[in-house]
């Protein structure tokens, strides 16, 4: 089992004819991700890696069934495709495109909630389900099936910790990436809440980092409402104030956003906090006994 | 991006947000002419991308011609927080009568505009939302519909303020909203707004913070990043477009993913400090990983480098092309040492190795950076 994405999702490839739609869209298909439809607009009729290039996503809803998109388009682009997307009537879709304005994003995920149309991102590193699909650019080869569910706000640090699970045994059920932009779309309370229903997931990894306040919000999640166990981990005790860190979120402003604030937050909410990326693997082996 | 004060301060007068006249000095002459052409007393104030500018001298009143060209001087010379002091803002004192706080910033949980009214300005807002709670009214707006003036006058109603005052700061209220969504602002605060013994309103400080992200639509305002940037190296990256965040220490790290270059950082800091955050991006190519080495080598008193790079959207192979093609020009004593994991790792172990960087295949950066430990013992 898994969350949001598995073998059978119809997905759309948005910005397919791009330098990194192009790229990725082979990725996918190696990995095996049932990919049925690709749009560019102006490009329709084209192919991708044998996949079929449609203008408009409508047309590529209504003749391959697309249910599911990942975004390769450009920042500027990413609200009126977002729109248009969410009202064509697919219900996910992954933004890996990074720099989305701020106010678009607000304005995005208002539209999408309105229309109940689940979001990752911006700058998510995508969605796996190991052994069965992906879409976005993690890398296949770090990730194995397994039981444990991971919520990341970094796409390389998600990377390098599920490789550490998966070289101590430990597969993962669904690996989402849910970006460090400064206004998610779609929070990580509400992944945690998603892996805490799914019969396939046993134990929910946080790997989190400087800045904003999702890691607080998901630790009063998890006290008051989350069943499964929760290990975390997050990055950045050593940041200075005030300094953006490589992700538009990733800013520690006076006392807010301080790995102190976050670790101290999810401790309370009874969560395993690994001090180190690695420590995570020691950590999940005592939960799960 | 941060705007300086008299940046802001522009912005609202072109929005109709009210501001006091002001002019922009960058020596103690033009100072003291503006002060002339504003009319006297004037208020110098230092404008630097800080906050504390009063408590560290930066804000100060003159009487006179002559001590305004002084008092500029004086802060014209001095840094704040660090920060070098290049240009004043001459503004004409106001006789304040009662200091209000207005503020728009966004909350990243519910992503929506959260504006923000206090009936006590010129001090932190959350200093007074901590001790007088309730002088505080705030309002999560949905970004669909906006603030309108009749919910700004139901705030400014909620914080006790009745009649013309309270029209006059809802509609400032309004125009402030107006400025911080046409301006892609992540912050836009007037702190303190004033009421003056003539019974006027003017926004006595202006700050506002626009997103990066949306720079490319506001070309008008010609904001220059580099210009904002007090480290020479920080300068070069984003010149270069990678994040360059220069520290205090010995070790020089290289990250292709943010959260992976923070928990580098923790972890080479068991033992070491690092002497930069380096993140790439998602371009890595030949000529951005070159010009990355350059930028890294560039700090003073380094004692090894640590590169640790993902393969996911990001072509490693090409990237570690230019790492070797900078050292084979610019050869180097201290260790360096890479990581790199994910799609054709193999192929890039082979162009590192064969170029003369230290390969590290471990799965944990732990591991790797345990390996940079020993070296630098052994070269010790």
């Known amino acids: 089992m898994s969350i949001l994405l598995n073998r059978e999702t119809r997905v759309l490839v948005q910005g397919i004819t791009g330098r990194a739609g192009r790229a990725q869209t082979k990725w996918m298909l190696e990995y095996g991700t049932n990919i049925v439809a690709g749009v560019t607009p102006g490009k329709g009729g084209e192919e991708v890696e044998g996949v079929p290039v449609y203008d408009r996503v409508a047309q590529a809803v209504a003749e391959r069934g697309a249910e599911a998109s990942v975004f390769f388009v450009p920042p500027a682009a990413v609200k009126d495709a977002a729109r248009e997307t969410i009202d064509a009537g697919v219900r996910l879709i992954v933004v890996v495109t990074e720099h989305v304005p701020v106010h678009d994003a607000m304005e995005i995920k208002a539209y999408a909630s309105e229309r109940n149309v689940r979001l990752l991102g911006p700058t998510s590193p995508g969605i796996i389900t190991p052994g069965e699909a992906k879409m976005g650019i993690l890398p296949g080869n770090m990730f194995r099936p397994g039981r444990i569910g991971v919520i990341s706000r970094s796409g390389t640090l998600a990377y390098e910790i599920c490789a550490n699970l998966a070289a101590a045994g430990m597969g993962q059920s669904t690996v989402t990436g849910m970006g460090a932009d400064p206004v998610p779309f779609t929070s990580m309370s509400e992944l945690l809440y998603l892996f805490d229903a799914d019969p396939g997931t046993d134990l929910a990894v946080i790997v989190g980092e400087v800045g904003g306040m999702q890691e607080e919000h998901a630790a009063q999640f998890i006290a008051d409402r989350m069943i499964k166990p929760v290990v975390a981990y997050i990055a950045g005790h050593s940041v200075p104030e005030g300094k953006r860190m490589g992700h538009a979120g990733a800013i520690v402003q006076g006392n807010t956003g301080t790995t102190r604030s976050k670790i101290s937050a999810l401790q309370r909410g009874g969560v395993d906090v690994a001090e180190y990326p690695l420590d995570v693997v020691k950590l999940v082996q005592n939960k799960l006994g | ?380």
């Not at chain 2, 013309?164 to 007037?190: M, W």
């Not at chain 2, 639509?217 to 477009?241: M, N, T, V």
């Not at chain 2, 230290?358 to 070269?379: N, Q």
Request: charged share 25%; proline share 4%; hydrophobic share 40%.
């Open chain 2, 1 to 380: 991006m941060k705007l300086y004060e008299f940046e802001a301060g522009d912005l609202f007068r072109q929005e109709g947000v009210p501001v006091p006249d002001f002019t922009v000095a960058n020596s103690p002459r033009q100072a003291r002419e503006a002060a002339e052409k504003i009319g006297f007393p004037v208020v110098v104030k230092a404008q630097v991308l800080t906050g504390g500018r009063g408590l560290a001298g930066g804000v100060q009143i003159a009487e006179s011609p002559e001590q305004t060209e002084e008092t500029a001087r004086r802060i014209l010379k001095s840094s704040i927080r660090g920060l070098p002091v290049n240009r004043v803002m001459v503004v004409k004192k106001a006789e304040v009568v009662q200091e209000f706080y207005l503020g728009i910033t966004i909350d990243g949980l519910t992503g929506c505009p959260v504006v923000i009214l206090s009936t006590a300005g010129g001090v932190s807002i959350e200093e007074t939302a901590r001790t007088h709670p309730e002088m505080v009214v705030s309002n999560q707006v949905p970004i669909s519909a906006g603030l309108s003036l009749p919910e700004a006058e139901k705030m400014a109603q909620k914080a006790g303020l009745y009649g013309d005052e309270s029209a006059r700061i809802a509609d400032i209220l309004h125009k402030l909203y107006h400025v911080f969504r046409k301006y892609d602002a992540s912050i836009a605060e007037i702190n303190p707004l004033v009421r003056t013994m003539k019974g006027e309103y003017l926004a006595l400080d202006a700050k506002m913070d626009i997103d990066d992200s949306s720079l490319f639509r506001h070309p008008d305002l010609q904001l220059s990043a580099e210009d904002r940037i007090a480290s020479p190296l920080e300068k070069k990256g984003r010149q270069i477009g990678v994040t360059y965040v220069e520290l205090d220490g010995e070790i020089g790290i290289v990250s292709s993913g943010a959260g992976l270059g923070m928990a580098t950082m923790d972890i080479i800091g068991r033992r070491y400090r690092p002497a930069n955050f380096l993140e790439t991006g998602g371009a890595i190519s030949e000529e951005l990983l070159y010009h990355v080495m350059e930028l890294v080598m560039q700090k003073k008193g380094l004692r090894a480098v640590f590169i640790n790079l993902y393969g996911g959207i990001n072509l490693i192979h090409e990237g570690a092309r230019g790492i070797v093609r900078f050292l084979q020009e610019h050869p180097t004593d201290i260790p360096v040492v890479a990581r790199a994991l994910g799609n054709r790792q193999e192929e890039t172990w082979q162009i590192l190795r064969e170029g003369g960087v230290e390969v590290v295949t471990d799965t944990a950066t732990e591991k790797s950076a345990e390996y940079l430990f020993r070296r630098l013992e052994k070269a010790r």
